[in-house]
C-alpha cells in the first residue's frame, strides 16, 4: 500500500538553526513527490517536487529511494518559515491519487 | 486570475442529514481533487474527478459520492451525516493531465463541515 509517513507533529528551532523536516514513503515502484505548505491564514500550495529539483525559500529535499525519504531541508531556518509542512507522493500511473502525510508544524523560535 | 473557490465557508449539520459541499477549479484545470482534513489526521483522499469522470476514490464509505459537472466544477455529497464527519473539506484543481509529472495542485480554502 502506498503510505506517506511524517514522524514529527511538532518541530521547533531556532531561528539561524538547520532544519530537517522528515518524510518517509512506502512504494514499490518509482513515485512522484512533493512538498506542499500552509502558513497561517493562507492556503496549502506547492512548496517544491523532487522532479524539478528546484531550491524554494531556501528549502531543498532529496529523494533517497534506498531510505525511501525525500527530507525537506534549510541551513538557517527564518521567522517566515513557520507554517505546516506536508509531504505527498504520486505514483507514475495515468489514475493515481495524491497521497499526503499527517503534515508536521514548523515553529520558528526567535 | 481566481483561485479555488468553495462554498459555503461552514456547514452545520446534524446526524443523519446529508451535506453538499461545492468547488469552482481556477479557469481552464479540468482535474478537482477532494480530501478530507479531520482534527490531528492530515489530508486523507477522498476523490478525483477528471473531465467528469471519477478517476479514483479514497478508502471511504458509499456515503460520500460526488460529480463533475461540465464546467468542471465539482460537488461533494456526504449522505447520512455521522459526527465522525466533522472536518475541513478541501478541494484542490489541476491543470495538468493525469500522470503528468508537472501537476501541481492549487487548494481552496477549504469548508469547515459540523456534525452535531
Known amino acids: 500500500a502506498q503510505r506517506v509517513t511524517q514522524p514529527e507533529k511538532l518541530l521547533s528551532v531556532f531561528k539561524g538553526a538547520p532544519v530537517e523536516l522528515k518524510c518517509n514513503y512506502s512504494y514499490s515502484g518509482s513515485p512522484e513527490l512533493f512538498w506542499y505548505v500552509q502558513y497561517s491564514r493562507q492556503r496549502l500550495q506547492l512548496l517544491l517536487r523532487?522532479?524539478s529539483r528546484e531550491s524554494i525559500k531556501g528549502f531543498t529535499a532529496d529523494l533517497n529511494k534506498g531510505e525511501t525519504s525525500f527530507h525537506l531541508k534549510k541551513p538557517f531556518a527564518q521567522e517566515e518559515d513557520s507554517a505546516m509542512y506536508y509531504c505527498?507522493?504520486?505514483?507514475?500511473?495515468?489514475?493515481?491519487?495524491?497521497?499526503f502525510g499527517s503534515g508536521t508544524r514548523l515553529s520558528i523560535r526567535p | 486570475e481566481a483561485g479555488v473557490t468553495q462554498s459555503p465557508t461552514h456547514l452545520i449539520k446534524t446526524r443523519g442529514q446529508q451535506a453538499t459541499l461545492r468547488c469552482s477549479p481556477i479557469s481552464g484545470h479540468t482535474s478537482v481533487y477532494w480530501y478530507q482534513q479531520a482534527l490531528g489526521l492530515g489530508l486523507q483522499f477522498l476523490l478525483w474527478?477528471?473531465?467528469?469522470?471519477?478517476?479514483n476514490r479514497g478508502n471511504f464509505p458509499p456515503r460520500f459520492s460526488g460529480r463533475q459537472f461540465p464546467n468542471y466544477s465539482s460537488e461533494l455529497n456526504v449522505n447520512a451525516l455521522e459526527l465522525e464527519d466533522s472536518a475541513l473539506y478541501l478541494c484542490?484543481?489541476?491543470?495538468?493531465?493525469?500522470?503528468?509529472?508537472?501537476?501541481?495542485?492549487?487548494f481552496g480554502s477549504g469548508t469547515q463541515l459540523s456534525v452535531l
Open positions: 484542490a484543481s489541476s491543470q495538468s493531465s493525469p500522470g503528468t509529472p508537472n501537476e501541481k495542485l492549487f
Open positions: 523532487h522532479i
Open positions: 505527498a507522493l504520486r505514483p507514475y500511473s495515468s489514475a493515481s491519487k495524491i497521497i
Open positions: 474527478y477528471d473531465e467528469g469522470e471519477e478517476r
